[in-house]
């Protein structure tokens, strides 16, 4: 069955530096999104994604993040210089069409800022 | 602006009881209504979806939901639980122009042997 892979599973990083998290969707998916969640709360949208440009953005998504689909495959997203308070776990997701339609979602990467 | 509530953040029950989870949410358009599962070390993944019809949604694993809309509600609910369905389960819904789903809390679930 297909599914969502992202990578990496893990990354840790200093205050400040940039850090680029990866996500593969499913292949035949033409929506992509972004959610996080912070350790203890609730799952949060970041952005969506269609067409090779951003369809919807929450508060959250400000100048410091941004999102690629540098290729066919791969749909990254950037934190340029991250804060404490970007720690969370970051969930990619893909789906066939909007609205009513199921968003898979992969693993998700832990993100800690030190 | 929309949320959803999830009124049970931990439910203990023993196999073979009788599961209800509630889920609120605040909108007053239409809306599409999910739950998703994320079992302990695996992704989130869909239990059931309403987006129109039957208000009454079965979905995998024994998993039903009612969408009541002048309650604002769609609670998830299994006849007999089983201790393979220890997990969190997430309410979303989304507004049916928007891309974004918007989550409640989430309730761990626990079903001990």
């Known amino acids: ?114 | 602006a929309q949320s959803v509530s999830q009124h049970n953040h931990h439910v203990i029950l023993s196999e073979a009881a009788s599961l209800e989870l509630g889920c609120n949410y605040s909108y007053g358009g239409t809306v599409n209504l999910f739950w998703y599962v994320q079992y302990p070390g695996q992704h989130l993944q869909l239990l059931l979806k309403y987006f129109s019809g039957d208000p009454l949604v079965k979905g995998i694993k024994g998993f039903e939901a009612e969408f009541i809309k002048s309650k604002f509600s769609f609670n998830l609910r299994k006849p007999s639980v089983q201790w393979s369905d220890t997990a969190e389960y997430f309410c979303a819904v989304n507004e049916d122009s928007n891309y974004q789903l918007i989550w409640g809390a989430g309730t761990k679930l626990i079903i001990k042997p």
């Open chain 1, 1 to 114: 069955e297909p599914e969502v892979t992202q990578t990496p599973s893990h990354q840790v990083t200093q205050m400040g530096q940039e850090v680029i998290l990866r996500c593969v969707p499913i292949s035949n998916h033409l929506y992509f999104y972004w959610y996080r969640q912070i350790l203890g709360q609730k799952v949060e949208f970041l952005v969506s994604f269609y067409n090779n440009e951003i369809s919807e953005k929450s508060e959250i998504f400000d100048d410091q993040f941004s999102v690629e689909r540098p290729d066919g495959s791969n749909f990254t997203l950037k934190i340029r210089s991250t804060k404490l308070e970007d720690s969370a776990m970051y969930f990619c997701a893909s789906s066939k069409d909007r609205g009513m339609d199921e968003q898979f979602f992969g693993p998700g990467t832990r993100l800690t800022v030190l």
